[in-house]
């Protein structure tokens, strides 16, 4: 896959880098911030190649690429003029709750990575003392467990840099915040004692580290302040008097008001999570593994994860053992998935996305790349999220360290017996719901049944078929779909086909119909045929890079076409001389709708040679 092609293709159907306030990225997504989300075309992003879906949520335009989005992300940050976390006066500003969960998103995105290796490492380690194979007396055990630690102990610090860029405010600023509430003379007075005083002022003394309510707080009342000093001091002393008096005030402020508010605040949400945990578990955890996955869809999982650590740092938290469930359930749907179907390409794609699921914890490409697309398995995953979550939420499992819930990551919930109990639970009844009643819709099974009885008895019902003969747009030598040097085409991702090597550089209309796509760049044109059959010609690999060099369209997008009618001109000689393949793929892009689609045993047609037979 050519990232930079993808990340040129995104940015321009996202309305260019002038509609792009500001981008960053998490395990699976693009995360734009859109000046105007009108401008971005969503239907021509989700149909580009390496694109699980679209979705806007939480003020987000958010575009979900899979496990490659760091490659796609970094391509985009070349060619675009903006930088990471950018901001802009003219964002669209949402609803309250779109920000606030924007905000919190924006802020643990960066750090999903060190989440995610940290948490592992801790759950290693937890694995290894229990085998017997490491001592925790041992210099190797407590130098490792200093790097599993360290990103969840100086959360505080993190927090304050992410969130004072989310927020347009100094991060260093933010952080160094964050780093007072956990600097020695601070948590030495906690050792002395619980109270001390400033300027008189009594101040409860608290443990911050692993902490984020105080420093959400902290940080969003020290951005609205950098912004008033901003404007009333002079901008030649602004260097080191807006940070100065920034942390003269907010330090003192976050230890005598805000941080203890922010603790106590934390600490009763998590006393109410524990409490209804208490009075019945079964309920709570059931509705929150039924309700992960859709709150994982709209982005409003985030929403949990200060609620998780702040549970943790106490101790442990009931919250993430119930959710864990909805993971599971996830990773069983996709297991169920590959072992149910025949079909080769969705196969691959579910043994895919299970993998980084079930070794990882990232189900993102699961949810968008399987769910979403059979919805049929919608309720699956929420009734075997939900009888995961009743198990842990009955019998009181917590989670004792951050890791994404995996195979690998079980040793990270407490009892681990039990835990591992309640997600097996789930990902089993996904699996065995899914094998059992089937993830395609009554259409999708007609045409799997209908495609099964043609292939494998071919003689029986000739009657019952119609056939549609698609004939051919360009003058060259035939090859299989499966020989194309792109594996977006090769793997019929797109749907099946034929490709051709043209030896002549014109390319006319294989059907009567209507000119339903034409690329601003002339190298891909798409026809809907006048019985609805959706025909995509694009004549290259990778061609969209010419930027319309070398390409002469004779048509406009909404034309009305006879087969025969030229469609565009294109120089075959100067494509290959700047480095492209004049391979051009017809792909039937809605083969879902019809029984098959047979290409030619032909090694070279003309025009007007048949090249497809499409059986209705």
Request: glycine share 10%; hydrophobic share 45%.
């Amino acid at each position: 896959m050519s990232y930079d092609k993808l990340a040129k293709d995104i940015l321009q159907f996202v309305g260019g880098d002038q509609n792009v306030s500001s981008l960053v990225h998490c395990a699976t997504r693009l995360r734009f911030k859109l000046k105007d989300n009108k401008k971005a075309q969503k239907t021509e992003i989700q149909n580009l190649p390496g694109i699980l879906s679209v979705v806007e949520s939480g003020g987000q335009f958010q575009v979900v690429v899979g496990s490659h989005v760091s490659n796609v992300y970094e391509e985009i940050i070349k060619i675009g003029n903006f930088g990471e976390n950018s901001s802009s006066t003219d964002e669209s500003k949402g609803t309250i709750m779109s920000i606030i969960f924007e905000t919190v998103s924006r802020s643990f995105s960066p750090l999903i990575g060190a989440f995610a290796g940290a948490g592992m490492l801790k759950a290693v380690l937890t694995v290894l003392v229990s085998l017997g194979w490491l001592s925790q007396e041992s210099g190797t055990y407590h130098i490792l467990s200093a790097a599993g630690n360290a990103v969840f102990y100086f959360l505080p610090i993190m927090l304050g840099i992410t969130l004072a860029t989310k927020l347009g405010a100094n991060p260093f600023v933010g952080g160094t915040i964050g780093a007072a509430l956990l600097e020695p003379n601070l948590t030495g007075l906690l050792a002395e004692g619980k109270t001390t005083s400033f300027l008189s002022v009594p101040v409860v003394l608290m443990d911050y580290s692993s902490s984020v309510f105080p420093i959400f707080i902290a940080v969003s009342i020290y951005a609205v302040l950098e912004k008033f000093l901003k404007k009333v001091i002079h901008k030649d002393v602004q260097m080191f008097l807006v940070p100065m008096l920034s942390l003269a005030i907010i330090v003192p402020l976050t230890v005598i008001a805000f941080g203890p508010f922010g603790v106590y605040a934390g600490n009763a949400i998590g006393s109410g999570i524990s409490f209804l945990s208490a009075k019945s578990g079964i309920l709570t955890g059931a509705v929150l593994g039924a309700a992960w996955t859709f709150l994982t869809i709209f982005g409003l999982h985030w929403a949990l994860v200060p609620i998780i650590l702040a549970n943790i740092a106490a101790g442990g938290d009931p919250i993430f053992a119930m959710v864990a469930s909805g993971v599971f359930a996830q990773m069983g749907v996709a297991l169920g998935i590959f072992l149910k179907t025949k079909d080769k390409q969705v196969k691959a794609l579910a043994g895919s996305t299970a993998v980084p699921g079930l070794l990882a914890g990232v189900t993102e490409p699961i949810i968008y790349g399987l769910v979403l697309r059979f919805k049929r398995t919608v309720p699956y995953v929420a009734i075997a999220g939900a009888v995961g979550g009743a198990i842990n939420g009955l019998l009181g499992v917590k989670g004792i360290t951050f890791a994404f819930p995996s195979l690998l990551s079980i040793s990270a919930f407490s009892p681990v017996g039990t835990y591992t109990i309640g997600v097996l639970a789930a990902l089993v009844c996904g699996a065995l719901l899914t094998i059992l009643f089937g993830f395609e819709d009554k259409k999708q099974q007609e045409v799997a049944s209908n495609q099964q009885e043609i292939d494998n008895k071919p003689e029986n019902k000739p009657s019952l078929m119609k056939t549609v003969s698609i004939v051919s747009p360009l003058t060259g030598d035939v090859k299989l779909l499966n020989q194309v040097n792109d594996q977006v085409f090769s793997s019929g991702a797109l749907g099946k086909g034929i490709a051709i090597e043209p030896t002549t550089g014109n390319a006319f209309s294989p059907v009567a119909g209507v000119v339903s796509t034409l690329f601003p760049t002339g190298h891909a044109i798409g026809i809907t045929s006048e019985e609805g059959i959706e025909i995509l010609i694009h004549i290259g690999i990778d061609t969209v890079q010419l930027d319309g060099k070398y390409y002469n369209p004779q048509i406009k997008q909404g034309d009305q076409v006879k087969q025969g009618d030229l469609l565009v001109n294109f120089d075959i000689e100067r494509i290959k001389e700047a480095g492209y393949q004049v391979t051009t793929p017809i792909i039937i892009t809605n083969t879902v709708n019809y029984l098959d689609v047979i290409p030619t045993d032909a090694e070279r047609v003309a025009l007007d040679d048949s090249i497809l037979t499409i059986v209705k």
